[in-house]
């Protein structure tokens, strides 16, 4: 968030899933956001499931959306759905291309960057970027 309102016109954050294995609920979850996005209201799910991502259920999720004013019953269509499991598909295939291993990874002009995402750290990194550009 420091860094999107440094960088208000410059910087565009673009989330992908990446479902892990040793996250059991991470494949639930990401399926979930994709079918929150739907109703344009991907954040604000995301951020109630990251707020409570120790009790992450397909029932806890639902309550989310219901919280965060989802309309439940697309949400649950749109949830089960093929082309959001496609699209979770396709995103975690992209990850992987692109060196993925772990979450968050984050790529600043499609180069693979590894520190701090405190602004102080990232901030440096993003000015030498647009001076370049």
Do not use: C
């Not at 639930?28 to 344009?40: D, E, F, K, N």
């Not at 979450?103 to 102080?120: A, E, H, M, V, W």
Request: proline fraction near 4%; avoid cysteine; charge should be positive.
């Amino acid at each position: 968030n420091a860094v999107l309102k440094a960088y208000p016109a410059q910087v565009k954050l673009i989330f992908k899933q990446f479902p892990l294995d040793t996250h059991s609920q991470a494949a639930l979850a990401a399926a979930a956001a994709v079918a929150a996005h739907r109703q344009g209201k991907f954040w604000q799910l995301h951020d109630a499931m990251f707020a409570d991502r120790t009790h992450l259920s397909r029932q806890t999720i639902l309550a989310m959306a219901g919280a965060v004013g989802l309309d439940t019953k697309r949400f649950e269509q749109d949830w089960d759905s093929p082309a959001v499991k496609q699209a979770v598909a396709r995103e975690e295939l992209e990850g992987e291309k692109a060196g993925v291993e772990a979450t968050p990874t984050i790529f600043i002009d499609g180069r693979k960057y590894n520190g701090s995402l405190d602004l102080g750290a990232i901030k440096p990194i993003i000015d030498a970027e647009l001076k370049r550009k």
